[in-house]
């Protein structure tokens, strides 16, 4: 199974930008999905999360900015992002799991995807 990140880009701090996660149809509507980002020189950090049953949970750093959706019972899971700071600027991956629960570990997450670039000027 594979995911596939897209969306990211270069904008202006204060702008927005809208992050696809998309997977085999079907099956990214069974697993919980995470966002994760690795900025240069710092460590992988999660950054948003929607469960199977659509609930959400999210980073500090991004609530009330950053929301996480799904668009219907398959592909693909959103992570719209606004209010967008420069130190928002990293690779965004996102990242599949089974299990039950809020999951903000990246060693929980089984499957992942390619990063999408997001550089947010100042």
């Known amino acids: 199974v594979q995911l596939q990140a897209s969306g990211g880009g270069l904008v202006q701090a204060g702008g927005s930008l809208r992050l696809s996660c998309a997977a085999s149809?079907?099956?990214?509507?069974?697993?919980?999905i995470g966002w994760f980002r690795r900025a240069p020189g710092k460590e992988r950090e999660f950054v948003a999360g929607?469960?199977?049953?659509?609930?959400?949970f999210y980073a500090d750093s991004v609530k009330g900015r950053f929301t996480c959706s799904r668009a219907n019972a398959k592909n693909p899971v959103y992570l719209q992002m606004n209010s967008l700071k420069p130190e928002d600027t990293a690779v965004y991956y996102c990242?599949?799991?089974?299990?039950?629960?809020?999951?903000?570990?990246?060693?929980?997450?089984?499957?992942w995807g390619q990063g999408t670039q997001v550089t947010v000027s100042s």
């Open positions: 149809e079907g099956f990214i509507s069974r697993y919980a």
């Open positions: 929607i469960r199977w049953d659509s609930g959400t």
């Open positions: 990242a599949a799991t089974s299990r039950v629960g809020n999951s903000y570990v990246p060693d929980e997450y089984y499957y």
